[in-house]
């Protein structure tokens, strides 16, 4: 049976936050093989509890989820309802309720269609993908989606939602790991394995977003017919925050064969809190703020948003809206959104985590201090004369700036003598201004 040289089969990563109508859910699916003309898929969702409303007569919170898929011709031919309450059993942490279904998919381009509705509030959110038939020929040998997992682990439970060929497999679907939960575990299938040489090597990888290897893992795999069934993990705690593939490789050295399979995640290190990550719009950091993690960050942004920007900020009263907010105001800020990076936004956290470190007063966090705004908005100083404490004064500084308005400066005055040097006097327009500031430093 004639095959192709390489094969590469690509998972297409569908994974979403959705923060609309103060719902926050996400999704993502995995492809198997059922026969030649069918896949085996199931979808996996993630509901964030505490965006629901309690129901006031029993305490009770309940959502109900409508997927729907659709042909290319648009005639919709699969419809399923789901009613999940909080002490469900696909409720496995404190926060979320996670589940999962299958659905057959034939050959057909397939246009899934979900539907969120809280249904003590009526709130409704809703997310569309497409989703692509992926041949597994009955006698050609293939490989299965990579689905990821929170965790992994050997299970007698056959009618546990997430039992699957006597594992227990707990979905993550994000994609997002962290270093408080840095084991990535991941399961796939292989098919027909005695249809390529004995010599194959199977192989797990983790590359970056060059496709540069930087972890690595032999998986062990028998050459039979039948469905093998793989899973393993990496720990990912010495990462950089990020995006990465994970990859499955089999090479076939006899034949000269390559068989892939990807998926893209993102891990966020507690070493480089200040890096961001935009996952589909979508901040990575913003999606696990808390309210107050969110004003707390556009406190921090306070001297580069607009009043605009600040009244709209002002009129948000619920928590998913403001991290949608902050995801668009870092998305706007970027000089560069070809990139991958946004470069202008990541040197502003760096200052924020120079001015913590050198402006912090007894009073002020070193964002709110007047050296720090100074810095935060204008940079660093082209000169910076000291005048510390003596007899016959107050300790001051004065910065100058020679390529702002044709040169201006600031002086900043230890008025109190406990180290909190305030703005007295300023050259640049907008900024105080008081030509008599020499009599504020005089101990007379």
Known sequence: MKMLKIFFFFLIFVSFNYSQNKIEFS???????????????EIYYRINKNTLERNLADSTKKATLHFTLVDSTGTKNYIKTFYIQTKSDSDFTKNDLVGQFPILLGKEIRSLNIVIKDENSNNTAEISEKIEFMPFHEHIFSLSDIQLARNIEKSEEIKNIFYKNTYKILPNTDNIFTSVQP?????????????????????????????????????????KSSPIVKVNSFILKNLSTGSYFLEVIIIDTLNNYQY???????FVSDKEENTIVVLNNYNVKFASYS??????FFD????????????????????????????????????????DENEFMNEYLRKLDYVEQKFKTQMYAG???DMGRIYLTYGVADTI??????ISGKSYEIWTYSSIEGGVYFVFVDALGIDEFQLTHSTKRGEVYNPNWQEQISND
């Open 291 to 296: 309210e107050e993690e969110c004003d707390l």
């Open 300 to 339: 921090k942004l306070r001297h580069l948003s607009l009043k605009s920007d600040k009244e709209m900020y002002s009129k948000l009263n619920s928590v998913d809206g403001k991290r949608e907010f902050l995801s668009k105001l870092w998305q706007k800020q970027d000089n560069s959104p070809s990139s």
């Open 367 to 369: 964002y709110k201090s």
């Open 385 to 390: 004369d000291r005048y510390p404490n003596n």
């Open 27 to 41: 999704i993502d699916y995995s492809r198997f093989q059922f026969n030649s003309d069918t896949n085996y898929v």
């Open 260 to 266: 892939k399979s990807y998926k893209k995640f993102y």
């Open 183 to 223: 084991v990535l575990f991941y399961y796939f299938e292989i098919y027909n394995s005695n249809q390529i040489s004995a010599n194959s090597g199977c192989f797990g990888r983790i590359l970056d977003n060059d496709r540069k290897e930087i972890m690595k893992k032999e998986i062990t795999f028998a050459h």
